[in-house]
């Protein structure tokens, strides 16, 4: 199961409740792989294997990616053919709009819309 940040920014922690200290924040969109459940929190892991807990209230299930690799091209369509329209560095959230075979549909924050190639990217 796969949530994403819902909120501008919330906390990671150590553990399921807020007496526990805050790991690091992440941003709108991040996307996290649940592994556990504690009452109204999640354990999660992301795309480094961190793992930590967020308040379940915080997070949706709008699918995001984030980028893996040190820089991702973004392409025109589907294709290593395709022409290149733009370029996403590592850590860069996307929001996903499609998906084929090996390739995903994302949407830059600044706007930019087009194909990553999927071994680039985590999430959805």
Same mark, same amino acid.
């Given at each position: ?35 556990? *459940? ?74 930019? *819309? ?11």
């Amino acid at each position: 199961e796969m949530v994403s940040v819902a909120r501008p920014e919330i906390n990671m922690r150590a553990g399921a409740g807020t007496q526990h200290p805050t790991l690091w924040s992440l941003s709108q969109g991040y996307p996290l792989q649940v592994t556990g *459940r504690s009452g109204s929190w999640l354990k999660v892991r992301d795309f480094e294997n961190d793992t930590g807990w967020v308040y379940r209230p915080l997070v949706n299930t709008t699918p995001h990616h984030i980028v893996k690799s040190k820089v991702a091209n973004i392409r025109s369509t589907p294709s290593t053919r395709s022409r290149v329209l733009g370029k996403a560095e590592r850590g860069e959230v996307l929001r996903t709009l499609d998906r084929r075979a090996d390739w995903v549909k994302v949407q830059q924050e600044g706007g930019l *819309r087009g194909w990553v190639s999927k071994p680039l990217l985590w999430g959805w």
